[in-house]
């Protein structure tokens, strides 16, 4: 199996949601790094290098339409 890849980082939790929603319609292969441990201590998303979105390599692609439909920046991040 291929090594997942990054392809976004979130500050927030809040910020993922629509954007798993979105994913899982399209059934594609993704996780969320550091989610959980930010979700129950905000404070250390920052310190953990933020919320990572991890996405098989074949989907790239896919996955970077979606986020510029849903009007990211270039960066990859939430504004």
Not at 41 to 54: C, D, E
């Amino acid at each position: 199996m291929e090594k997942f890849i990054t392809i976004a980082v979130f500050d927030y939790v809040h910020e993922i949601q629509i954007l798993k929603h979105r994913l899982d319609q399209e059934e594609l292969q993704y996780f969320f790094e550091n989610e959980i441990m930010s979700s129950f201590a905000p404070m250390y998303s920052n310190a953990l290098g933020g919320i990572t979105l991890k996405i098989h390599p074949n989907d790239f692609e896919t996955v970077k339409t979606i986020l510029q439909e849903m009007k990211y920046d270039n960066k990859l991040k939430i504004v």
